[in-house]
């Protein structure tokens, strides 16, 4: 938070301090697991000010699930974008972020706006360079390697940049900025962080090292420039530019073609081979006690306008099981005051921080979990809710190599994303289906898997853009049609009819002749048929691909009455076995009577409720058919569309189809059992983050880990 924004809220005035016996710890309202490593605490906390609302990303460092990186606004310097917006362009494994650097116009430097100003290392290169704020260094925390034993996997402190080139004659020059325009007499050096040149300008000497990157903290390397160039140089994938103006642009023009030693570095700390460093400040906690005030002035930080004032907070913190802390204070607000730096420190204190640094507050104050803000930032009282563009953030990385989502923005575009990722080469057939409507659709699945077919959704009277785009991917020569003209216009059949040659409906009068419509296109080679409610649509959804797999048609009934269309199908196939699939209230015990005094055998395969009977028709494919246990789909039981295209393609990769609950697997036991107990090297979830969660994507990775 800079002056210029603190002095944009108006007259701001130092609190009274208040009294240690006023405040009270912080009470814990909500503790929530965003995935797997990753847990989100709310607390409410109260101080004679006033309450303040308080949430904590809390993670294990060196837990394989889950890691710190910071990220640039944009993915540049200078580059400024929201928290948010940030873990959307860096996709669902950015699972949780807060606010990082200050920017201008706090830095006390000439960086444009956008540019981090302090120390900042990402991967292990220096990207940023610390700024002298007042007396001395701003605060800054470095994250190493877990595996390094022998140290633990972070520290604090104020750390102070140097860098420098040296030549064999003796000559040094000092590195004095990374990523940004030098000034003056000045030596910068500049990596792909900043773009693909340098926009130095003409008379500027610069040496390009093609091979040399920044690394934070190490010993110097003796390398030879590839080039020396007169302003704008190109920047190598991997290299390192140096741009000298004034005075050392003579220097670096003398020693052009030589050998050279460079180094950059941070004195003052013990930080050799960092991974992720960040400066802000003011460090608040050292070694379990709270830093003086003078410190925190020293850093830079006026009490009158930053320390003793109530402020939206961002901090970062360490407890003594090396667990890290990233928590934001909510502030300007009726019902959330904020805190001055004091107050910040003693709370996270209370939270078992035994080091934290600050980073950026004030309007800044961001956190992001599972995709979407959940503070409430804060510039001013009339712009509540509004999200500050900042320089960079802290972002929360949970990888998921071995899970693919399949979403989009709608159910007919996550039916055609699950089309484009199983059939990228197109298909002959394709079948087509009501987006709003169960009834007829149900049996679709194992006829478009008897015929290779991805499953498609249409509108009653249109076809939705997102199926269109698909179908001229796919190139068909066949479309089979779902529904009578009451479910499935002849105007959608007449659009289809401009792009594929045959188009063909598959239909009855009802839905329990639809399926029987269908079932006679598939037939019933092995004399099995399965049997599902035609009044819901999870257990027949769940049976697409064991009834698939046993070459065996899937029919629909009502609860407590066979329907005649179903009867007669399975008189016409000739069906000796029927897999029933669900409990006796989607399908009651009268009709297995009534299949049995039809000479046929009855297996019911059911559970307690539709997740407990998708994880055992899965067992069931399994033993019976031989279904592969290595992957798995999974696709919410609580709406069909997503699990109706997701069925053949989950049969054509010989995987289950599981209903899992929108919130976590772990909330269905019954598909987490079955996800825990099989040895699993690849998943997909079929739909975006509001039919299935983000924690359950992760929970499938973590379940792939555990194999």
């Known amino acids: 938070m800079s002056a210029a924004a603190v002095a944009a809220l108006g007259a701001l005035t130092p609190v009274a301090p208040a009294p240690a016996e006023a405040d009270s710890a912080a009470g ?215 741009a000298a103006t004034g005075t050392h642009a003579a220097t670096l023009q003398a020693h052009a073609g030589e050998p050279v030693e460079v180094k950059v570095y941070t004195a003052g700390t013990e930080w050799a081979g960092a991974h992720q460093a960040v400066a802000a400040g003011p460090l608040i906690v050292k070694d379990g006690a709270i830093t003086p005030s003078s410190s925190w002035y020293a850093e830079g930080f006026s009490h009158e306008h930053h320390n003793e004032v109530l402020h939206p907070r961002t901090v970062v913190a360490f407890t003594a099981p090396n667990e890290m802390l990233l928590l934001t204070v909510d502030g300007r607000q009726p019902d959330s005051v904020g805190l001055t730096t004091q107050q910040t420190a003693e709370l996270v204190r209370a939270l078992g921080a035994v080091d934290a640094v600050m980073m950026d507050g004030g309007g800044s104050t961001t956190m992001v979990a599972d995709q979407r803000t959940v503070n409430v930032p804060c510039s001013s009282p009339s712009t509540c809710g509004q999200l500050r563009p ?39 057939t394709v079948v087509l289906a009501n987006a709003a409507s169960f009834a007829d659709a149900l049996a679709g699945g194992p006829l478009a898997t008897a015929h290779g077919a991805p499953l498609l959704l249409v509108d009653t009277d249109q076809v939705h853009p997102a199926t269109a785009g698909a179908l001229s991917r796919l190139r068909p020569q066949r479309a089979l049609v779902l529904g009578g003209p009451a479910v499935v216009s002849d105007r959608v059949v007449a659009e289809l009819r401009r792009s594929v040659p045959e188009v063909r409906r598959v239909f009855g009068a009802d839905r329990t002749a639809t399926a029987a419509s269908v079932a006679r296109e598939l037939g019933a080679p092995s004399g099995r048929a399965f049997l599902a409610s035609a009044a819901t649509f999870p257990d027949a959804l769940s049976a697409t691909v064991p009834a698939a797999r046993s070459a065996a048609p899937l029919l629909l009934t009502w609860p407590d009455q066979l329907a005649s269309a179903t009867a007669d199908a399975l008189a016409v196939l000739g069906v000796r076995e029927v897999v029933l699939a669900g409990g006796g209230r989607a399908v009651s015990d009268a009709v297995v009577t009534q299949l049995q005094a039809r000479g046929m055998t009855v297996t019911r395969v059911a559970g307690a409720n539709r997740y407990e009977t998708s994880a055992r028709l899965v067992e069931w494919a399994v033993a019976a058919t031989g279904l592969p246990t290595t992957a798995a789909v999974l696709a919410s039981g609580a709406a069909f569309p997503d699990a109706l295209s997701g069925g053949p393609f989950a049969g054509g990769r010989g995987a289950g189809l599981l209903l899992t609950d929108p919130a976590a697997a772990s909330a269905s036991p019954a598909t987490w059992q079955w996800l825990t107990g099989h040895d699993i090297d690849h998943g997909w979830v079929l739909g975006g983050r509001a039919a299935v969660s983000s924690r359950t994507l992760h929970e499938l990775q973590a379940a792939v880990d555990a194999r």
Do not use: K
């Open 390 to 428: 900042v320089a960079s953030s802290l972002v929360v990385w949970s990888p998921t190599p071995n899970v693919d989502r399949l979403a989009g923005p709608d159910r007919f575009s996550t039916a055609a994303a699950i089309a484009d990722a199983g059939w990228p080469g197109g298909a002959a």
């Open 28 to 242: 814990l309202v909500q503790r929530l697991d965003v995935v797997p490593g990753l847990v989100r605490e709310v607390y409410r906390h109260h101080t004679a000010h006033g309450p303040s609302n308080v949430q904590v990303l809390r993670l294990a460092l060196g837990h394989p699930r889950v890691r710190v990186v910071p990220e640039l606004g944009q993915g540049m310097i200078p580059g400024r974008e929201t928290v948010l917006s940030t873990t959307r362009r860096l996709g669902e494994d950015a699972v949780g972020a807060v606010n990082a650097s200050f920017s201008n116009p706090a830095c006390p430097t000439t960086d444009p706006p956008g540019e981090p100003c302090g120390l900042l290392v990402r991967h292990g290169i220096v990207l940023s360079e610390n700024v002298l704020n007042g007396a001395s260094w701003p605060g800054a925390f470095a994250l190493f390697d877990p595996a390094e034993t022998w140290r633990r996997p972070y520290d604090v402190g104020r750390p102070s940049f140097e860098g420098y080139l040296r030549f064999y004659d003796g000559t040094r020059v000092d590195i004095t900025a990374v990523n940004r325009q030098p000034t003056g007499s000045e030596v910068v050096a500049f990596n792909r962080a900043y773009g693909p040149s340098t926009t130095t300008p003409a008379g500027t000497v610069e040496f390009v090292f093609p091979d040399l990157q920044l690394r934070a903290l190490t010993q110097a390397e003796v390398v030879m420039p590839a080039a020396s160039a007169s302003g704008g140089a190109p920047i190598p994938a991997g290299g390192t530019v140096v």
